[in-house]
T-cell receptor, first 113, second 109 residues
Framework: NAGVTQTPKFQVLKTGQSMTLQCAQDMNHNSMYWYRQDPGMGLRLIYYSASEGTTDKGEVPNGYNVSRLNKREFSLRLESAAPSQTSVYFC????????????FGSGTRLTVV | GENVEQHPSTLSVQEGDSAVIKCTYSDSASNYFPWYKQELGKGPQLIID?????GEKKDQRIAVTLNKTAKHFSLHITETQPEDSAVYFCAATHNDMRFGAGTRLTVKP
């Protein structure tokens, strides 16, 4: 099915370990986003890529890096995981920024112990 | 930056009743207001949206209203069904999309 694919679905890390969350979309969308979802806090934007070749910080970028590998793929890296990064991570994409809805992936549940 | 507040945090209704979820936003430049439904274990899914030049929009059993002057918008679900049970998020957009904290809706059969 067309949409946004995230891998892995679940991950447990030890404090200080690193990992990369992968995201790919097959809708030829220009813009891609990484959000984290925490109980009672909704979804908060970590980083976004308005178009291929560009990335920008969102609301909560500290502790994360991103790479827009090509138009389809946008990865999120945790260099040194901390327990505060325990969360559910969602990747999303849209044709452009602004007045347009996003398509979300099914999420990655990350636990840092 | 934009701040979106959403109420209530939980809502329980009987099947067939109506449900209303309300949101307020702070940035008067916000011009796009989508609503998302998130079922357990899945990502949010866009169910309806409204733009700042429109006051109301309907799609079958769901409707959204927008009051730009008061900076609030609402989601109305009529004739609720058990499959409407989910977490609903509002959002306001001025370049970036900012989300409310979510409302867990439970529809009791």
């Amino acid at each position: 099915n067309a949409g946004v694919t995230q891998t892995p679905k679940f991950q447990v890390l030890k404090t200080g370990q690193s990992m990369t969350l992968q995201c790919a979309q097959d809708m030829n969308h220009n813009s891609m986003y990484w959000y984290r979802q925490d109980p009672g806090m909704g979804l908060r934007l970590i980083y976004y890529s308005a178009s291929e070749g560009t990335t920008d910080k969102g609301e909560v970028p500290n502790g994360y890096n991103v790479s827009r590998l090509n138009k389809r793929e946008f990865s999120l890296r945790l260099e040194s995981a901390a327990p505060s990064q325990t969360s559910v991570y969602f990747c999303a994409s849209s044709e452009g920024r602004g007045e347009i809805g996003y398509t979300f992936g099914s999420g990655t549940r990350l636990t840092v112990v | 930056g934009e701040n979106v507040e959403q109420h209530p945090s939980t809502l329980s209704v009987q099947e067939g009743d109506s449900a209303v979820i309300k949101c307020t936003y702070s940035d008067s430049a916000s011009n796009y207001f989508p609503w998302y439904k998130q079922e357990l274990g899945k990502g949010p899914q866009l169910i309806i949206d409204i733009r700042s030049n429109v006051g109301e929009k309907k799609d079958q059993r769901i409707a959204v209203t927008l009051n730009k002057t008061a900076k609030h918008f609402s989601l109305h679900i009529t004739e609720t069904q058990p499959e409407d049970s989910a977490v609903y998020f509002c959002a306001a957009t001025h370049n970036d999309m900012r989300f409310g904290a979510g409302t867990r809706l439970t529809v009791k059969p």
